[in-house]
T-cell receptor
Framework: KQEVTQIPAALSVPEGENLVLNCSFT??????LQWFRQDPGKGLTSLLL?????REQTSGRLNASLDKSSGRSTLYIAASQPGDSATYLC?????????????FGTGTRLKVLA | DTGVSQNPRHKITKRGQNVTFRCDPI?????LYWYRQTLGQGPEFLTY????????KSRLLSDRFSAERPKGSFSTLEIQRTEQGDSAMYLC????????????????FGAGSRLTVL
């Protein structure tokens, strides 16, 4: 059974710091991995999608990497800003008996202090 | 296209009542998912549709839960005889699976429907 773990569970950093969020998964047979952002009481917003054949994706100050063989992904946020404060979730898309299902981690709650 | 739309955004009900949530996905998205999220947790998979076919249903979904996607467009999630443990945010998401299309496989979420059972 696929399990997705995110470390740390919470993180507080001063503005301007570069930071790394970690995501690990137990079954490397994934189709893709997606990082999301969630603001309190809101839905999830997609940040980056990495296909299983890719090693990394970049969007602005965000860079996500994927190492399928070791079951890990990292989300790198450069020059953090107070507006980056949110919960960050990773999800893996696995294929089981022909159905495609996303399994989520519990998230990392990030607070960027001004 | 206004994205994934969910209604109602908030629902407060008494234990034992039935509630129904509606999700309107992005129009060309053929795959639709329902998730449940409680405070401090990641979303938990409930069920999944490919067009109008319900392909998988989590064992988390008791017989009191039912979901439909008639004609492969909007979807409804009904909870019968609600219990306090059903209080959660119910999230709907959709995606298109054809790899050659722009945005393929990007899972897009709605804002969620928050259920409070008193």
């Amino acid at each position: 059974k696929q399990e997705v773990t995110q470390i740390p569970a919470a993180l507080s950093v001063p503005e301007g710091e570069n930071l790394v969020l970690n995501c690990s998964f137990t079954d490397s047979a994934i189709y893709n991995l997606q990082w999301f952002r969630q603001d309190p009481g809101k839905g999830l917003t997609s940040l980056l999608l990495i296909q299983s054949s890719q090693r990394e994706q970049t969007s602005g100050r965000l860079n996500a990497s994927l190492d399928k063989s070791s079951g890990r992904s990292t989300l790198y946020i450069a020059a953090s800003q107070p507006g980056d404060s949110a919960t960050y979730l990773c999800a893996v898309l696995e294929i089981t008996s022909g159905t495609y299902k996303y399994i989520f981690g519990t998230g990392t709650r990030l607070k960027v202090l001004a | 296209d206004t994205g994934v739309s969910q209604n109602p955004r908030h629902k407060i009900t008494k234990r034992g009542q039935n509630v129904t949530f509606r999700c309107d996905p992005i129009s060309e998205h053929n795959r639709l998912y329902w998730y449940r999220q409680t405070l401090g947790q990641g979303p938990e998979f409930l069920t999944y549709f490919q067009n109008e076919a319900q392909l998988e249903k989590s064992r988390l979904l008791s017989d009191r839960f039912s979901a439909e996607r008639p004609k492969g467009s909007f979807s409804t999630l009904e909870i019968q005889r609600t219990e306090q443990g059903d209080s959660a945010m119910y999230l709907c998401a959709s995606r298109i699976s054809e790899a050659h299309l722009s945005g393929a496989n990007v899972l897009t979420f709605g804002a969620g429907s928050r259920l409070t059972v008193l």
